[in-house]
């Protein structure tokens, strides 16, 4: 109970206070729209920048953490891709589009503010690790096979720059990639630059949440109820479970295995309805599984941290 109460209701009463402010009337929706394209597009690219930058790259990438963060949404994928389509009856590009739902979880704005509440800040380590590869594998995995569903498994070469253009527009990508590079070449950003990066990263997970929740209450609960469900379960507790299994297995340190259980117990992220968008598939099954499993994800993460050394 103490840690519902210390780590993870702090947490969503900000993403509560976003959605009443915005219900009611007191926050518009432009501002909204506002908030989060300066927190998507500015701030937590920064904020992963500066991340990845100052990241001792060599002890932070283990490989046992990346292999059992990403078996488990591997396998999140084709079981919502398969569920979707076998047990479901949808088509295959909604398949695709319900599979990127349990494949993509909400690393940034709720896994990132949860395990600093849970751990404190020296435990991100292992979660930025996770968050570099996070957006170019969710999306080099759904890119390619909505493509190849689209094209009938006949995409050919003409897939691969689609699949990098629609990656490498991704304003989150471009931040971890110049982390990266100034990372490599050992550069020193002027006190000035690097304070003033400060600045804008305090400022992007507060306003990150309240901007979600302003963006909730547009979602409406609606669509196939049991597929929502599924995809709930699938997000949040097999994913979890399998990372949990394989950190067990492969002997990961307590400290890495708590950011990859929890990043991998988060809810799905607003990406997912962005990816259905995009292709004009399954957007209300999408949008419905963002507010219901971030709604159940209360309970879920309080099991989660239950569950962890």
């Not at 304070?195 to 909730?216: E, H, K, N």
Request: some cysteine; overall charge neutral; hydrophobic content about 55%.
């Amino acid at each position: 109970m103490q840690a519902l109460l210390d780590v993870i209701l702090p947490v969503f009463f900000v993403i509560g206070c976003g959605y009443l402010a915005v219900w009611r009337g007191w926050f518009s929706q432009s501002g909204v729209d506002g908030l989060m394209k300066f927190t998507q597009n500015f701030a937590i690219p920064c904020l992963l920048f500066t991340a990845i930058a100052r990241l001792d790259l060599g002890q932070s990438f283990d490989w046992r953490l990346l292999f059992s963060f990403y078996s488990g949404a591997l396998s999140g994928f084709i079981l919502g891709l398969v569920g979707a389509r076998m047990v479901f009856g949808r088509p295959w590009e909604d398949a695709v589009a319900i599979g990127f739902c349990c494949l993509f979880s909400n690393s940034v704005l709720l896994g990132l503010p949860l395990t600093e509440r849970a751990y404190g800040a020296n435990a991100l380590e292992a979660n930025y690790a996770i968050i570099a590869l996070h957006s170019p594998f969710c999306y080099g995995i759904g890119i390619s096979v909505m493509e190849v569903v689209k094209a009938q498994g006949q995409a050919g070469p003409a897939l691969v720059p689609r699949v990098l253009k629609a990656m490498f527009s991704n304003a989150l990508i471009i931040g971890i990639a110049a982390g990266f590079m100034v990372n490599f070449m050992g550069l020193s950003l002027p006190g000035p630059v690097n304070d003033g990066l400060d600045l804008i990263v305090r400022a992007a997970l507060p306003a990150a949440l309240f901007g979600l929740g302003g963006v909730l209450v547009s979602y409406r609960p609606e669509g196939d109820l049991r597929l929502v469900l599924y995809i709930c379960l699938v997000a949040l507790v097999i994913h979890p479970l399998i990372t949990r299994g394989l950190g067990l297995a492969l002997s990961l340190p307590v400290e890495a295995t708590r950011s990859a259980v929890l990043t991998a117990a988060m809810a799905p992220g607003i990406n997912t309805y962005i990816f259905a968008s995009m292709y004009g598939r399954a957007m209300r099954v999408a949008a419905t599984s963002v507010l219901v499993a971030t709604a159940l994800s209360i309970l879920t993460i309080w099991v989660w941290l239950g569950q962890l050394p």
